[in-house]
C-alpha cells in the first residue's frame, strides 16, 4: 500500500483539470522566519490546527509535536489536528502516529471535519506537507492536481509552512500557498525544527 500522492491523483482524485492548459504561473516572493519568530506567532495564537504530511512521518517529529500540543493546550490554546485522507505513506498512517505519542483522539480531525473552520483559525502549522495543502487544486483549473480535496489552511490568518525546502511535494505541482502574504516558512530538517520549536516553546513559557 506504499503510494505516492501522485498515484492516488492520476487515478482520478484531480479531476477537473483543463486538458492541454498551461498551468498558472506563481508570482511573489516567499517569507522566511526563524524559530524565535515562530515561538511568538505562536504565543499570540489563541486558536491553532497542525496539518501534518509524509515530512512528519519521515523524521519522526510527532513526538516533539505532541509534546508543544499538550503544553498550548495547558496554556489555554485550542489547538487541533487536520488530517489529510492520503496524507503519509499510506491512509491512517498519521493517526496512528500521533496516537502513538499520546494525542488526544478528539483533537485529531479529518479534512472534512476541519476545512470550514479555518478561516475562523489564527494560525495553522503545515508541518511536512505540500500537495495535501496545496492551493491550485482550488485556484488553477490547469493544475494536474485541479478539484482534488485539500486542506484549505491559507484561508486562515496566519501559517507556518514548516519543511525542508521550498520544494514540490509527489505531484510535482508548485505550491502558491509558499508565496502567499500570510503565509511564513520556517525551512529545515523537520525533527530538528519541531525539537528546537518544541524546546523554545517551552523556555519562552518558563520565564
Not at 82 to 90: D, E, F, W, Y
Not at 119 to 144: H, K, M, Y
Not at 158 to 179: C, E, H, T, W
Not at 191 to 205: G, I, M, N
Request: proline content about 5%; some cysteine; aromatic content about 6%.
Amino acid at each position: 500500500m506504499n503510494r505516492s500522492l501522485a498515484n492516488v491523483i492520476l487515478g482520478g482524485y484531480g479531476t477537473t483539470s483543463t486538458a492541454g492548459g498551461k498551468p498558472m504561473e506563481i508570482s511573489g516572493t516567499h517569507t522566511e522566519i526563524n524559530l524565535d519568530n515562530a515561538v511568538e506567532m505562536i504565543r499570540e495564537a489563541n486558536s491553532i490546527v497542525i496539518t501534518p504530511g509524509y515530512g512528519l512521518c519521515a523524521a519522526k517529529a510527532q513526538y516533539p509535536i505532541a509534546d508543544l500540543v499538550k503544553m498550548l493546550t495547558e496554556q489555554g490554546k485550542k489547538v487541533r489536528f487536520g488530517i489529510h485522507p492520503v496524507a503519509g505513506r499510506m491512509p491512517g498512517q498519521l493517526n496512528v502516529l500521533l496516537a502513538e505519542a499520546g494525542v488526544p483522539y478528539d483533537i485529531v480531525l479529518e479534512m472534512d471535519e476541519i476545512n470550514h473552520d479555518f478561516p475562523d483559525t489564527d494560525l495553522v502549522l503545515v508541518i511536512g506537507a505540500n500537495d495535501t495543502v496545496n492551493s491550485a487544486a482550488q485556484e488553477d483549473p490547469n493544475s494536474i492536481i485541479a478539484g482534488m480535496p485539500v486542506l484549505e489552511v491559507w484561508k486562515s490568518k496566519q501559517v507556518i509552512v514548516m519543511k525542508r525546502s521550498l520544494g514540490v511535494g509527489y505531484a510535482a505541482v508548485d505550491n502558491p500557498i509558499f508565496y502567499k502574504p500570510n503565509t511564513a516558512m520556517l525551512l529545515g530538517d523537520a525533527k530538528k525544527t519541531c525539537d528546537a520549536l518544541q524546546a523554545k516553546v517551552r523556555e519562552s513559557y518558563q520565564k
